[in-house]
């Protein structure tokens, strides 16, 4: 049987000797939030309903708007910069939803197709109050739990089930509705099944501006902004960078130093990308020496971009300048990550690719550097070892290609991993193998202690055989050079982490 019956429009539906001829208005109000909640749960709205107006399908299109700019914002902790541009997208799925409830309650409706208007009405409404009550308890829910920090400590897998869960819904939820207008196993029924889903999907393919930015305090922007200023200036920043280059000095074995930090959204990158560096200048003689590839709206015209172009162009001139075959190339990656391998990137406007594994081990072998040391702080970042590994390799990771590292979220000063190695161990030796081997066990009390329940993240490290005599060369001439004057900052006393903490 049809589910028309239970959506026709009250005025289309059998009179009912046992009421008043007109249903009060709170009444029918009242109807159509009850059928709203049961379709939303998979179950057929129960009640004939009035038929929606314009006034009433445009305030209810207006509600699910609202509450998807409220979503939005709660899921920025501080102040947020309104981005009026995003209202000009995510569309596509509503006007499918018009089309399609035309669509079947027309052929629906024979032989009276002017009933299709009224009947097709009356579907979009349910669909769109069905939407209403998802945003509430999926949207919101997720927002206010994200806002609790409840989902600080959730392992990786759980909070991706929590955050496409409401997607999933919503699709399960308006093919049940749609479906249910046709006959099953018919033509028309294959037909919705087909445009709900292919709606869904290349809604998720187009891309979306978000309503909100968030707004670092004390600044005036928080989002790259593209005037001509900033792209003139990054079209020349790396090509400057890499010609300043110190040269190598024969018979030295010396360090150059590449950090790379491609998440614009989280200051804990920029900020790790920042203290690495310093510790490569300072503790391993690298002043002149290093490059910082950063995504980021305040050093957009002061750094070149983290991109996997500009990455590949850094090794490049750095493979120029040095001595391939006596140098040590020490490259930090920073982000999050994920169990493919991609390390991710984002600096909106621009889309930036995400970097790979494969991708950096051809770049290396391309530009001809023999000698690597290259350190992945990130999620998952051990699926980094079998590509980068070698007997002229050193591969460090902040964890295995199983587990999340931890420490970087919104309030985080440094990661667990770049604290603990750089800011701390790497103060005190300069041996990269013994300064892993102590934040180990470091990482794993912190880790504890902040109540980690997704498992140790269980940091990585390869040693190839042939990289270890210029390593010994570096830390030995390391060793007997005098203390470099003036100290390192800690991440901990940079006014810009006063209020940060370490767990995510």
Same mark, same amino acid.
């Given at each position: 049987?049809?589910?028309?019956?239970?959506?026709?429009?009250?005025?289309?539906?059998?009179?009912?000797?046992?009421?008043?001829?007109?249903?009060?208005?709170?009444?029918?109000?009242?109807?159509?939030?009850?059928?709203?909640?049961?379709?939303?749960?998979?179950?057929?709205?129960?009640?004939?309903?009035?038929?929606?107006?314009p006034v009433a399908i445009a305030l209810?299109?207006?509600?699910?708007?609202?509450? /998807?700019?409220?979503?939005?914002?709660?899921?920025?902790?501080? #102040?947020?910069?309104?981005?009026?541009?995003?209202?000009?997208?995510?569309?596509?799925?509503?006007?499918?939803?018009?089309?399609?409830?035309?669509?079947?309650?027309?052929?629906?409706?024979?032989?009276?197709?002017?009933?299709?208007?009224?009947?097709?009405?009356?579907?979009?409404?349910?669909?769109?109050?069905?939407?209403?009550?998802?945003?509430?308890?999926?949207?919101?829910?997720?927002?206010?739990?994200?806002?609790?920090?409840?989902?600080?400590?959730?392992?990786?897998?759980?909070?991706?089930?929590?955050?496409?869960?409401?997607?999933?819904?919503?699709?399960?939820?308006?093919?049940?509705?749609?479906?249910?207008?046709?006959?099953?196993?018919?033509?028309?029924?294959?037909?919705?099944?087909?445009?709900?889903?292919?709606?869904?999907?290349?809604?998720?393919?187009?891309?979306?501006?978000?309503?909100?930015?968030?707004?670092?305090?004390?600044?005036?922007?928080?989002?790259?902004?593209?005037?001509?200023?900033?792209?003139?200036?990054?079209?020349?920043?790396?090509?400057?960078?890499?010609?300043?280059?110190?040269?190598?000095?024969?018979?030295?074995?010396?360090?150059?130093?590449?950090?790379?930090?491609?998440?614009?959204?989280?200051?804990?990158?920029?900020?790790?990308?920042?203290?690495?560096?310093?510790?490569?200048?300072?503790?391993?003689?690298?002043?002149?020496?290093?490059?910082?590839?950063?995504?980021?709206?305040?050093?957009?015209?002061?750094? #070149?971009?983290?991109?996997?172009?500009?990455?590949?162009?850094?090794?490049?001139?750095?493979?120029?300048?040095?001595?391939?075959?006596?140098?040590?190339?020490?490259?930090?990656?920073?982000?999050?990550?994920?169990?493919?391998?991609?390390?991710?990137?984002?600096?909106?406007?621009?889309?930036? #690719?995400?970097?790979?594994?494969?991708?950096?081990?051809?770049?290396?072998?391309?530009?001809?550097?023999?000698?690597?040391?290259?350190?992945?702080?990130? =999620?998952?970042?051990?699926?980094w070892i079998a590509p980068l590994a070698?007997?002229?390799?050193?591969?460090?990771?902040?964890?295995?290609?199983?587990?999340?590292?931890?420490? =970087?979220?919104?309030?985080?000063?440094?990661?667990?991993?770049?604290?603990?190695?750089?800011?701390?161990?790497?103060?005190?030796?300069? /041996?990269?193998?013994?300064?892993?081997?102590?934040?180990?066990?470091?990482?794993?009390?912190?880790?504890?202690?902040?109540?980690?329940?997704?498992?140790?993240?269980?940091?990585?490290?390869?040693?190839?055989?042939?990289?270890?005599?210029?390593?010994?060369?570096?830390?030995?001439?390391?060793?007997?050079? #005098?203390?470099?004057?003036?100290?390192l900052q800690s991440p901990t006393t940079?006014?810009?982490?006063?209020?940060?903490?370490?767990?995510?």
């Amino acid at each position: 049987m049809s589910e028309l019956s239970t959506i026709t429009p009250a005025s289309d539906a059998p009179a009912d000797t046992g009421s008043s001829p007109s249903t009060p208005r709170r009444g029918a109000l009242a109807a159509w939030w009850r059928a709203a909640w049961r379709s939303a749960v998979g179950l057929r709205p129960g009640e004939p309903l009035s038929q929606p107006g314009p006034v009433a399908i445009a305030l209810l299109m207006a509600t699910s708007l609202l509450l /998807s700019l409220a979503t939005q914002r709660l899921m920025i902790d501080g #102040p947020a910069t309104f981005n009026a541009p995003a209202l000009q997208s995510g569309w596509l799925s509503s006007l499918v939803s018009v089309w399609l409830c035309w669509l079947l309650t027309r052929r629906a409706s024979r032989p009276r197709p002017d009933a299709a208007i009224d009947r097709g009405a009356t579907l979009l409404g349910l669909l769109l109050a069905q939407s209403v009550v998802i945003l509430v308890v999926g949207g919101l829910g997720l927002a206010v739990l994200f806002r609790s920090g409840l989902l600080d400590h959730l392992p990786a897998g759980v909070l991706a089930v929590l955050w496409w869960a409401p997607w999933g819904w919503s699709w399960l939820v308006t093919l049940r509705l749609m479906q249910r207008q046709v006959p099953a196993r018919s033509a028309m029924a294959a037909l919705a099944a087909a445009v709900v889903t292919a709606a869904y999907v290349l809604d998720l393919q187009l891309p979306h501006d978000p309503f909100w930015y968030p707004a670092r305090e004390g600044a005036s922007e928080r989002y790259l902004r593209l005037t001509p200023q900033a792209i003139e200036a990054q079209s020349g920043l790396l090509a400057r960078a890499t010609a300043v280059l110190a040269p190598q000095r024969p018979g030295i074995v010396d360090l150059y130093a590449i950090t790379f930090a491609p998440y614009a959204d989280e200051e804990v990158f920029r900020r790790e990308s920042a203290m690495v560096d310093a510790v490569m200048q300072q503790r391993f003689d690298a002043r002149g020496r290093s490059l910082q590839l950063v995504n980021h709206a305040q050093t957009a015209e002061a750094l #070149p971009w983290a991109t996997a172009q500009n990455l590949r162009r850094a090794i490049e001139g750095v493979a120029a300048v040095m001595d391939r075959d006596e140098d040590v190339l020490f490259i930090h990656l920073t982000s999050h990550g994920a169990r493919g391998g991609e390390l991710a990137a984002s600096l909106w406007p621009l889309e930036v #690719p995400a970097v790979t594994p494969v991708e950096l081990r051809a770049w290396l072998d391309a530009a001809g550097v023999r000698y690597r040391v290259l350190s992945i702080s990130a =999620c998952y970042a051990g699926s980094w070892i079998a590509p980068l590994a070698g007997d002229t390799s050193l591969v460090m990771t902040a964890a295995d290609a199983e587990h999340t590292s931890y420490g =970087c979220g919104r309030k985080s000063a440094l990661t667990f991993f770049g604290r603990a190695m750089y800011d701390e161990a790497l103060r005190e030796t300069h /041996s990269f193998e013994r300064a892993h081997a102590r934040a180990r066990g470091v990482i794993e009390r912190r880790e504890r202690e902040a109540g980690k329940d997704d498992g140790y993240s269980n940091p990585q490290i390869s040693v190839g055989a042939a990289i270890r005599a210029p390593l010994a060369a570096l830390e030995q001439r390391l060793q007997a050079a #005098p203390t470099p004057t003036g100290s390192l900052q800690s991440p901990t006393t940079d006014p810009d982490s006063q209020n940060a903490t370490a767990p995510r």
